[in-house]
């Protein structure tokens, strides 16, 4: 460790990314669809002291910090109770996770063990030292002794209030109303209670006296056995209760009005416990709390609009007398609770920010600021960073807040540009490659930072159920195990099995339940580089970048493979992933990032050169870890984490070598030809870099060595286009040759772009004279009867004999693939022996599906030819295809030699019926079945049209007999074979329906 020290001190850059809201953006704005790409830093940023994790690994002297804006809101700290000077408080942590804290005098609040689940509908019933919280569950609180314990009541008992030494229950169907002392012993108060509740209200108070509770006025029940007394009658509703050592206060709603009863506004009410006159005072709005001494009243909640409704977002306050005739209101409160303390009324303020704080009321109804709430920091919940943007969602207290981006360069870190943020508050996982962002909160979506800020567009279907893993390099995404284009949000594809996964490039590798690492490319098929570690529950962690592939199983050492599979060398367990889809290793060029546990959330960040000849752990600084989500970004030789006060933080890597840049996809034709006939006249290449570039991208056409054209292009989060229209330097037309390009460019860091297995150079060649292909009609052959693939044939030809390579392309559509849509076209390139004439090939594709073929000639040198038109062919449907076949009824499937494809279908009951729509155009259908001795009659319907009755009986056994053929206008078809056999020929075997354009 002591090396890795000593690498740290090589004078690292931190810079200090802090959370979007004190970054001087405008969180609550939002932007709309259309607007600007992100901005880039107006300045560098200014230096300021940053701790580290200690003074041995990150020295202060070598940090750079963004200053720290005003913050935007206050913890919002609601006082449920308070007696001999502690306090029972609901706040949130940093984390925005809400919690019961104690606070002794004016001292900093102190969390307690117990969490809360839903803030807001906590309610408290408190009694001197003695509280009752309502959350998901009742707990019994005792201030003076700090404990907390679960309250269990009986079946059919209903929760009253809490007492000094326990609390009230009634039975609302016998209506009986008890009190329950500490010790266990309870004592019945009436029976012939009936108590009144409905959502939002608390219709009960008690002290060490007895217990007021609404029937439908206002009673009390006093504890020394004595009569209860009604201390109000009549039309109104009774909602939240107070009570004093003399006197009880409860508010009211508002009253329409009846024959008997004029309306009547909400209002707040007082009286002796003994009955009375009852003091009231007429309100504006809906009370939620409420509080009382002997000699004074508080209370607080939200106003009311003109329908009578609690208006949003609007709080409201209010001080008084025991009489209610001095009543002072507190528009610029935004109370969010009243409580009694000692000689003094207590209410908490949450905004506005600068005065947000604890008051004590007193009885002439003016306020004293008693302790003032600490405002928090917005806590990041979820980050993604490709190395020149970052975006992070954030919250606050607790609450999903806000969706921003950031622009990073070597100057800082720019202006806070709002996305719009997906209404909800699931969790979320994000990931960014090349300025593409993809998204995942129940549903998918995708946008592009470069292009347009707050436009999202949806992906992948129906919303998924919860949080999942994505990942994202190029202009591809895997999300929940598929593959999927961020270009157009199509699926291209699934990892089978898959249960964590990482993505370079074209390159894919994902690990499956049993341990089992699997790979592939966008292009070829899967294939297992390690084996199962074990039946089920043991997925590993994968990383990927370049030749090389991690595999940190979920026992054992972490594995440096090559992406063959190929073990090179061992390194000491990473701690394991947290939640079911754990991200994938935060790699780059051999770097390996993460944050080492410490203790609950809290981390160090930590990276290491896997490929060093003696790799050393660097511990860079303090670091928060996020369950099941990605808690270090690793890009372009730069760190991004979440520091300790939830705040973002970037640094340029502490290693001597730095990670290369190189080109994760390229697509550089071999050939063009610029003759002006509107195919294929501009060379085109575009890239994709592992890390933003810095500046322009240049191109350069050589032949022979000599300089031909040069041209450039502006890269935008490391993706770049450049095009050559076949012109020199001077303007005159390149003649027809083989040319030589070459790129250059560097990243936002400095280092080269490099090739790693795509050149950065190549060739092309210039062709000005064109041809033309013919496609012949594509035979399937239908003679195969075991195995469930399917051959097809077809002939191409081309007019130009001194064209040597025809290009084939393949597109497929059915419902085996799942819906109507055409894949990409699927490509191969075949020389022919005479270049004429492309020999019959044979290419194996499964049933129930439809085929377009289309080829395009290429030269020797390679410019290609136009595109012939597509020919089309239908696979037939076999009676076994995936999708494509809907049985009802006893059908059993066999297994029989000579039958279509080897499988034939049995029915041995009448009404047994089976639907065939392969979801393909077609216009002739058919219907292939075994006809024999004991075979019966089926009726056979297409597009819902009239029924024909076929006998499929023979004298002998035939398979594939042709049963039923129909010529139909062009359509999706859906044909159905329905049993009618009976008697002694009861059996029917459907062998397969073909479906021919």
């Known amino acids: 460790m002591q090396q890795g020290v000593g690498v740290m001190r090589r004078r690292a850059l931190f810079v200090g990314l802090v959370t979007s809201s004190l970054l001087g953006g405008a969180i609550g704005a939002g932007t709309a669809a259309g607007a600007a790409p992100l901005a880039a830093p107006a300045a560098a940023i200014s230096a300021t002291a940053w701790p580290g994790v200690d003074s041995a690994v990150a020295d202060p002297a070598d940090t750079v910090a963004v200053p720290r804006s005003p913050e935007v809101s206050p913890i919002p700290r609601r006082v449920l109770a308070s007696s001999g000077g502690t306090r029972l408080i609901l706040q949130p942590d940093s984390d925005g996770a809400w919690w019961l804290w104690w606070q002794q005098g004016t001292d900093e609040p102190v969390r307690s063990a117990q969490q809360v689940r839903n803030p807001r509908a906590v309610e408290a019933s408190a009694s001197s030292a003695h509280v009752v919280v309502h959350d998901s569950a009742y707990l019994t609180i005792d201030l003076a002794a700090r404990t907390i314990t679960p309250l269990t009541l009986e079946p059919g008992w209903t929760f009253v209030a809490a007492t000094p030494d326990g609390y009230v229950d009634v039975n609302r169907t016998t209506k009986v109303l008890r009190r329950h002392l500490a010790g266990g012993s309870t004592s019945t108060l009436a029976t012939d209670a009936f108590f009144t509740t409905w959502p939002g209200n608390r219709p009960a108070a008690a002290d060490a006296?007895?217990?007021?509770?609404?029937?439908?006025?206002?009673?009390?029940?006093?504890?020394?056995?004595?009569?209860?007394?009604?201390?109000?009658?009549?039309?109104?509703?009774?909602?939240?209760?107070?009570?004093?050592?003399?006197?009880?206060?409860?508010?009211?709603?508002?009253?329409?009005?009846?024959?008997?009863?004029?309306?009547?506004?909400?209002?707040?009410?007082?009286?002796?416990?003994?009955?009375?006159?009852?003091?009231?005072?007429?309100?504006?709005?809906?009370?939620?709390?409420?509080?009382?001494?002997?000699d004074a009243t508080a209370w607080s909640g939200r106003l009311l609009n003109s329908s009578g409704t609690a208006a949003a977002g609007t709080r409201f306050a209010g001080v008084g007398n025991a009489d209610l005739t001095q009543v002072t209101a507190l528009p610029e409160m935004n109370s969010a609770s009243a409580v009694a303390e000692a000689d003094h009324l207590l209410l908490t303020d949450d905004a506005p920010a600068s005065e947000a704080g604890l008051y004590a009321v007193t009885a002439d109804g003016t306020t004293t600021l008693q302790t003032r709430t600490t405002p928090p920091l917005r806590s990041v919940r979820a980050f993604a960073f490709d190395g020149e943007h970052v975006v992070e969602e954030q919250l606050e207290n607790g609450l999903p807040a806000a969706v921003g981006a950031?622009?990073?360069?070597?100057?800082?870190?720019?202006?806070?540009?709002?996305?719009?943020?997906?209404?909800?508050?699931?969790?979320?996982?994000?990931?960014?490659?090349?300025?593409?962002?993809?998204?995942?909160?129940?549903?998918?979506?995708?946008?592009?930072?470069?292009?347009?800020?707050?436009?999202?567009?949806?992906?992948?279907?129906?919303?998924?159920?919860?949080?999942?893993?994505?990942?994202?390099?190029g202009t591809t995404a895997v999300v929940a195990g598929t593959v999927v284009d961020m270009t157009t949000g199509r699926a291209r594809f699934t990892l089978p099995g898959a249960r964590t996964w990482a993505i370079f490039g074209d390159a894919l590798a994902w690990s499956t339940d049993t341990g089992e690492v699997w790979r592939?490319?966008?292009?070829?098929?899967?294939?297992?580089?390690?084996?199962?570690?074990?039946?089920?529950?043991?997925?590993?962690?994968?990383?990927?970048?370049?030749?090389?592939?991690?595999v940190q199983p979920k026992v054992g050492d972490l594995q440096v493979r090559t992406t063959s599979g190929a073990l090179l060398r061992t390194l000491p367990a990473l701690p394991a992933a947290e939640g079911p889809?754990?991200?994938?290793?935060?790699?780059?060029?051999?770097?390996?990032?993460?944050?080492?546990?410490?203790?609950?959330?809290?981390?160090?960040?930590?990276?290491?050169?896997?490929?060093?000849?003696?790799?050393?752990?660097?511990?860079?600084?303090?670091?928060?870890?996020?369950?099941?989500?990605?808690?270090?970004?690793?890009?372009?030789?730069?760190?991004?984490?979440?520091?300790?006060?939830?705040?973002?933080?970037?640094?340029?890597?502490?290693?001597?070598?730095?990670?290369?840049?190189?080109?994760?996809?390229?697509?550089?034709?071999?050939?063009?030809?610029?003759?002006?006939?509107?195919?294929?006249?501009?060379?085109?290449?575009?890239?994709?870099?592992?890390?933003?570039?810095?500046?322009?991208?240049?191109?350069?056409?050589?032949?022979?060595?000599?300089p031909v054209r040069t041209v450039t292009a502006t890269s935008h989060s490391g993706r770049f286009s450049l095009a050559w229209n076949g012109l020199t330097t001077s303007g005159s037309a390149a003649p027809e040759g083989v040319y030589t390009w070459q790129l250059r460019a560097t990243s936002a860091s400095g280092r080269p772009l490099t090739g790693l297995g795509r050149a950065v150079t190549g060739q092309l060649a210039l062709r000005r004279s064109t041809a033309s292909t013919v496609v012949s009609a594509p035979e399937v052959v239908s003679n195969v009867s075991t195995t469930s693939l399917f051959p097809v044939r077809w002939r191409t030809t081309t007019t130009q004999p001194s064209w040597s390579t025809i290009t084939n392309q393949l597109q497929v559509a059915g419902r085996e693939s799942g819906s109507r849509q055409w894949s990409g076209w699927q490509q191969f390139d075949v020389k022919t022996a005479t270049g004429r004439t492309f020999d019959p090939r044979t290419t194996i594709w499964p049933t129930a599906r439809q085929w377009r073929f289309r080829a395009r000639a290429v030269a020797a040198g390679?410019?290609?030819?136009?595109?012939?038109?597509?020919?089309?062919?239908?696979?037939p449907v076999d009676d076994n295809a995936r999708g494509a076949l809907k049985y009802s009824g006893a059908w059993s499937l066999q297994r029989v030699r000579g039958t279509f494809m080897g499988t034939q279908h049995r029915a041995n009951r009448y009404g047994a019926s089976?639907?065939?729509?392969?979801?393909?155009?077609?216009?002739?259908?058919?219907?292939?079945?075994?006809?024999?001795?004991?075979?019966?009659?089926?009726?056979?319907?297409?597009?819902?049209?009239?029924?024909?009755?076929?006998?499929?009986?023979?004298?002998?056994?035939?398979?594939?007999?042709?049963?039923?053929?129909?010529?139909?206008?062009?359509?999706?078809?859906?044909?159905?074979?329905?049993?009618?056999?009976?008697?002694?020929?009861?059996?029917?075997?459907?062998?397969?329906?073909?479906?021919?354009?």
């Not at 329409?256 to 009231?280: E, F, I, M, Y």
């Not at 969790?427 to 930072?449: E, H």
């Open 581 to 706: 889809w754990a991200p994938a290793l935060t790699l780059e060029d051999g770097v390996l990032a993460w944050v080492q546990p410490v203790s609950g959330t809290a981390g160090v960040l930590r990276v290491v050169d896997v490929d060093a000849a003696d790799p050393t752990v660097v511990d860079v600084a303090q670091a928060v870890r996020l369950p099941g989500l990605r808690a270090v970004e690793l890009r372009d030789g730069r760190l991004m984490w979440l520091a300790g006060d939830r705040g973002l933080r970037l640094a340029r890597l502490p290693l001597t070598r730095m990670p290369r840049v190189v080109l994760t996809a390229l697509s550089a034709p071999s050939a063009f030809s610029p003759n002006h006939d509107g195919v294929h006249d501009t060379w085109v290449l575009d890239g994709i870099a592992s890390a933003p570039l810095a500046g322009a991208v240049t191109l350069a056409v050589t032949r022979a060595g000599s």
């Open 862 to 875: 390679g410019a290609p030819g136009p595109w012939s038109p597509y020919v089309s062919a239908n696979i």
């Open 406 to 473: 950031h622009r990073v360069t070597a100057d800082g870190v720019g202006p806070l540009q709002a996305l719009d943020r997906p209404a909800g508050n699931a969790p979320t996982t994000l990931a960014l490659a090349a300025g593409r962002l993809a998204r995942q909160a129940g549903a998918t979506t995708f946008s592009d930072l470069d292009t347009t800020v707050g436009a999202w567009s949806y992906c992948c279907g129906a919303a998924a159920p919860a949080v999942q893993q994505v990942e994202a390099s």
């Open 914 to 997: 089976v639907t065939v729509w392969p979801n393909m155009q077609s216009r002739l259908v058919r219907v292939l079945m075994t006809t024999c001795p004991t075979c019966g009659k089926v009726r056979i319907q297409v597009d819902g049209g009239s029924w024909l009755t076929v006998d499929t009986y023979s004298r002998t056994v035939r398979r594939r007999k042709l049963v039923y053929r129909s010529t139909k206008p062009t359509s999706d078809h859906r044909v159905t074979v329905r049993s009618v056999a009976s008697g002694s020929r009861p059996y029917v075997y459907l062998d397969g329906v073909v479906f021919e354009p």
């Open 209 to 294: 006296t007895g217990v007021v509770l609404s029937d439908g006025g206002v009673r009390w029940y006093p504890f020394d056995g004595g009569p209860s007394v009604v201390l109000a009658t009549g039309q109104f509703v009774p909602d939240t209760f107070a009570v004093s050592p003399s006197s009880v206060a409860w508010t009211t709603r508002a009253f329409a009005g009846n024959a008997t009863q004029p309306a009547q506004p909400p209002s707040v009410r007082r009286v002796l416990k003994t009955g009375g006159p009852v003091a009231t005072h007429p309100v504006d709005e809906l009370i939620t709390d409420l509080a009382i001494t002997d």
């Open 520 to 550: 592939r490319t966008l292009a070829t098929p899967p294939s297992k580089v390690v084996a199962a570690a074990c039946t089920g529950g043991c997925a590993a962690q994968v990383g990927l970048w370049g030749d090389r592939l991690l």
